[in-house]
């Protein structure tokens, strides 16, 4: 057995942990069976984002009439585009490896390993074991693939690892929940002449959005796909190369959806299974989730977990906050507590959505009062000359103090635009802050956070 100070299990934004606590002097062990980078850089966020950006460009190129301008898609190399974008990011991980193998205190174990008890680890292959007195658990998470469909485990489905690796579209793709993994690829797909069907059990697609902007999405992506909300998958068949889907609604209805691919994106599951935790006295939530506490600590001692098998978020920017304050805790022994109070997040299909903040629906549920203000993207200048037609922000805040409570966004550049309410949140700023006191250049897309704020203040 092999002691260190510190072993880090998973090579996502743990990595970058691991990096921390071996420049701080402890004889330090990575272990990641897969390339570094972990799930965002290798099959999430980046090549994901890279790949609908080619989209974008390609729609563009398509409306450029609505501008005066004559202009045509001459061609699409699908196929070159996704092995470049998945060649790129293979080189960041290979280079990733080659500098973690050369950091001083820095063991890295790229292999299959599993927990033996709280603070040992053994390496599948070999055998061998190894310990030490801290051990950060990022091990990340999974696509979830439920066995209750019958006959999913009898065909050739695809996840999300899959489709982005697709080097031609299919002409007709079933999608399996509605997400915003399914929403973004449903969209890059589409972009490329796929006829897509989303079958989702709840009454919208990205169920998790507040209502209004679920609702808009919704049917905005009704446009442009064949969306079956309200069904839960029962069955999957396969004959002639194609893959039928059969979803049941709750009154009994059903409904059937033919395509060349079947892609299941029904969510993510944390990794605890894959790495024998049941060998270890950590606990885990009801959903399978290690729990931590604000300094995400687990209930062993000297035993932190981070990024989506914790589930603060499940985003990449949520594992790399945590990233900072794991190193703060582990590698330099501090007591930093971690804040999710402001945590944005955004979905980049088209339009785009942004939120941060409570949802209508938890404050309700919370049974807290609160006020509403929403502007219309319409109501702008940039609108205009962007030739928009939809979208809209909705800030919520306290009828009292105007303490922004959380704000909600769907149209053109909704990931950008969430982050002049994400620091509001976090720091205290009302709504009279943003709609009275900040100046918004004119004519900026922002100017509609403004207004949206200005829809309280004015009220009264």
């Known amino acids: 057995m092999t002691a260190f100070d510190c072993i880090v299990f998973g090579g996502g934004t743990g990595n970058t942990v691991a990096s921390a606590a071996a420049d701080e002097g402890l004889e330090t062990a990575l272990v990641e069976k897969g390339p570094l980078g972990g799930l965002c850089l290798n099959r999430g966020c980046n090549p994901s984002k890279m790949l609908l950006q080619h989209a974008n460009v390609h729609n563009t190129v398509r409306d450029a009439d609505e501008f005066g301008i004559d202009a045509t898609v001459e061609g699409v190399r699908f196929g070159e585009f996704v092995r470049d974008v998945n060649a790129e990011l293979a080189d960041v991980a290979s280079s990733k490896e080659t500098n973690k193998r050369e950091e001083d205190n820095l063991t890295l174990f790229q292999e299959e390993a599993r927990f033996v008890d709280d603070h040992t680890i053994e390496i599948v292959a070999s055998g061998e074991t190894h310990s030490a007195e801290k051990v950060v658990i990022a091990a990340g998470s999974r696509p979830v693939v439920p066995d209750a469909i019958d006959g999913l485990a009898d065909v050739d489905y695809l996840t999300s690892d899959d489709a982005i690796r697709l080097e031609t579209p299919p002409d007709r793709l079933v999608v399996l929940g509605g997400g915003y993994i399914a929403a973004e690829l449903g969209y890059y797909f589409d972009s490329f002449g796929t006829d897509v069907a989303l079958i989702e059990m709840e009454d919208s697609l990205v169920p998790r959005e507040d209502d209004e902007v679920a609702a808009a999405f919704t049917d ?236 309280i203040t004015d009220a009264e």
């Open 220 to 455: 905005i992506a009704g446009d442009r796909h064949d969306v079956h909300t309200g069904y839960r998958a029962s069955s999957v068949t396969e004959s002639d190369g194609e893959i039928t889907v059969t979803a049941e609604s709750e009154a009994g209805d059903e409904i059937e959806a033919t395509g060349e691919e079947l892609l299941v994106a029904l969510g993510r599951r944390p990794n605890t299974d894959g790495i024998d935790l049941d060998a270890t006295g950590v606990e885990t939530t009801d959903s399978g989730f290690i729990a931590t506490d604000d300094q995400l600590r687990t209930n062993v001692e000297n035993v932190w977990a981070m990024g989506d098998i914790a589930d603060n978020g499940m985003f990449k920017h949520s594992g790399d906050y945590e990233g900072e304050v794991m190193i703060d805790n582990v590698a330099r022994g501090e007591e930093r507590t971690a804040d999710f109070t402001a945590l944005p997040h955004a979905v980049f299909t088209e339009p785009r959505i942004g939120a941060v903040g409570e949802t209508e629906a938890a404050l309700d549920d919370a049974g807290r009062e609160y006020v509403v203000g929403r502007a219309e993207f319409t109501d702008t200048a940039m609108s205009r000359a962007l030739k928009l037609d939809h979208g809209f922000v909705k800030v919520l805040a306290d009828p009292d103090s105007h303490e922004i409570l959380g704000c909600h966004i769907i149209g053109h550049e909704a990931s950008m635009l969430i982050h002049e309410v994400a620091p509001a949140i976090r720091y205290g700023a009302t709504v009279d802050d943003l709609a009275n006191t900040l100046i918004h250049a004119h004519p900026s897309m922002s100017k509609v956070v403004m207004k949206a704020c200005k829809d």
